[in-house]
């Protein structure tokens, strides 16, 4: 292999997997140059809680303190049914032998971006680079982009989402596959979640059947992430009245449905909720599959950016430690795929009244 130095690596994305990928990178002496279509990155609102392998990733890139300062600890989720009676509360669960380990840290999508995006050096985020083809000559790949530039590279990292044109091209081509539920996110005050927002940085989750609506405490911003899941028709941008809205949130308690209606109804953000079948191959010797590109999976297990996080770090983690690139891409592949695909399985269960745990993950894991 070309010295760590001397490799030409194209990040395909400045997603929370590309950025994430790019800092793991650089945290390991290993430049990468990370290309973006959108002319400027963004996120949109809503909350995700960092787990404790993805804090250890910031403690690796040194930037633990500054998801500190942008996030909060919680200890608890909780499930509640439509007629606001408790059903579980659980602490977060311990997946390893280190006890301590029994915390998710919530932060909101924008800030975890900005956090990230923030350590990649200056002249390594190219945006406004939409790539229209990669072409695998074996040992390196060419990049082409639709503004009429080409590069070359001896590692591309595809990090491109869900509908990952690069994926589609160099691989398998796959679709995202409809869960039959919308995602409606928005952001509200702390006040306005009319008691329905714990103040003790519990996640809580309303369910009335396989529906769901978050409540995810962002104290450092004194707002509250809600996120409600509801069935609805395939649409990658739904046009849905305040109306529809409330209808389909008739099994929720009044108070749950009132904080939606005193929302600002254009303030909430819908997306229908989609993922991917397992895809067998995620690596060639040169291009690899990282974060939704390879296994996008359903919020339900609020796994999918924390994935494609350790994904940026084990795939640093791989070329830091081989000869080749061929042969990282294939410790990291085989690293990541079965815990990766394990939570797109986990993730197709939704919160019921009927849950036991608000992880089922725990069965897979030796608890501590
Ligand atoms: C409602 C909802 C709630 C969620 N909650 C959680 C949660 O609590 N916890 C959690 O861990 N995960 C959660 N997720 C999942 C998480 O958001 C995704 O898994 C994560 O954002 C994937 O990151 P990514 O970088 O792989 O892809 P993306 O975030 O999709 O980024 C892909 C990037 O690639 C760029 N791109 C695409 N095509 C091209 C191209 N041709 N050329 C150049 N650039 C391109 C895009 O513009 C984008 O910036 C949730 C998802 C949803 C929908």
């Not at 606001?84 to 380990?101: F, G, Q």
């Not at 924008?110 to 990669?134: K, S, Y």
């Not at 160099?170 to 927002?197: C, D, K």
Request: charged content about 25%; some cysteine.
């Amino acid at each position: 292999m070309k010295t760590k130095n001397d490799l030409r690596i194209a990040i395909i994305g400045g997603g929370i997997g590309g950025a994430s990928a790019a800092v793991a990178l650089n945290a390991k002496g290993i430049r990468a140059d990370v290309y973006e279509q959108a002319p400027e990155l963004g996120e949109v609102g809503a909350g995700v809680g960092v787990r404790p392998p993805t804090v250890r990733c910031f403690k690796e890139w040194g930037l633990f303190e500054s998801l500190e300062k942008v996030s909060t600890l919680s200890k608890h989720m909780e499930i509640i049914a439509g007629d606001d009676h408790l059903l579980i509360k659980e602490a977060w669960p311990v997946l390893t032998d280190d006890t301590s380990e029994a915390f998710a840290r919530l932060i909101h999508r924008a800030d975890l971006l900005d956090t990230i995006v923030g350590a990649i050096p200056e002249g390594q985020l190219h945006l406004d680079h939409r790539c229209e083809a990669v072409i695998d000559h074996g040992d390196y790949a060419e990049v082409k982009f639709a503004n009429g530039k080409t590069i070359e590279a001896d590692l591309v990292i595809a990090a491109d989402g869900i509908r990952s044109p690069v994926r589609n091209s160099v691989f398998e081509s796959v679709q995202p596959v409809f869960s039959g539920y919308l995602a409606h996110r928005v952001l509200i005050n702390t006040e306005e979640s009319l008691g329905m927002a714990s103040d003790e940085n519990i996640l809580r989750i309303y369910v009335d059947g396989d529906n769901s609506c978050y409540f995810l405490p962002l104290h450092n911003r004194n707002q509250i992430s809600v996120d409600v899941t509801v069935p609805g028709k395939f649409e990658w941008r739904p046009e849905i009245t305040q109306q529809d809205l409330l209808e389909s949130m008739q099994g929720f308690g009044p108070t749950v449905r009132k904080v939606i209606e005193n929302t600002k109804f254009e303030d909430i953000v819908s997306r229908p909720l989609c993922d991917l079948e397992p895809i067998d191959k995620w690596t060639t010797n040169t291009v690899a599959l990282i974060g939704d590109a390879a296994h996008a999976m359903l919020h339900n297990q609020g796994q999918g950016a924390n994935m494609a996080m350790q994904d940026g770090e084990a795939l640093a983690k791989a070329l830091a430690e081989s000869d080749s690139v061929a042969e990282a891409l294939q410790k990291y592949e085989e690293a990541r795929k079965p815990i990766a695909q394990l939570y797109q399985k986990l993730s197709r269960m939704f919160p019921t009244e009927q849950a036991e745990t608000a992880f089922p993950e725990k069965a897979h894991f030796s608890e501590a």
